[in-house]
């Protein structure tokens, strides 16, 4: 299984980015998907997923803001993150669980990992 994000840059606060991920390797949409995301010298935490029935679950730090879907057909994740504040820059990734699971914001449970891509929003 391979994951590759994109969509990352820089932006002012207030302004959007879509992030994409995109998954080969596997073709099973019960695949659970997240989003994750890490500041240099903190652990990286769970911003949102997508369990193996389509429900979706967010961290409270991004509720409201950011929409996290998947594309079966194409095998791509996306993040969409909207109302962005200076607090959401980070490195962000996308991780992949094998099926059956809950969509969880829970690092250890996810199987595989993308390398990353950055979003930096200024104030």
């Known amino acids: 299984v391979q994951l590759v994000e994109s969509g990352g840059g820089s932006v002012q606060a207030g302004g959007s980015l879509r992030l994409s991920c995109a998954a080969s390797?596997?073709?099973?949409?019960?695949?659970?998907m997240g989003w994750f995301r890490q500041v240099p010298g903190h652990l990286r935490e769970g911003v949102a997923a997508?369990?193996?029935?389509?429900?979706?679950s967010y961290a409270d730090t991004v509720k409201g803001r950011f929409a996290i879907s998947k594309d079966n057909a194409k095998n791509i994740l996306y993040l969409q993150m909207n109302s962005l504040k200076p607090e959401d820059t980070a490195m962000y990734y996308c991780?992949?669980?094998?099926?059956?699971?809950?969509?969880?914001?829970?690092?250890?449970?996810?199987?595989?990992w993308g390398q990353g891509t950055q979003v930096t929003v200024s104030s």
């Open positions: 991780a992949a669980q094998r099926p059956w699971c809950g969509g969880s914001l829970l690092k250890y449970r996810y199987n595989y």
């Open positions: 390797g596997y073709t099973d949409s019960r695949y659970c």
């Open positions: 997508i369990g193996s029935d389509g429900s979706t």
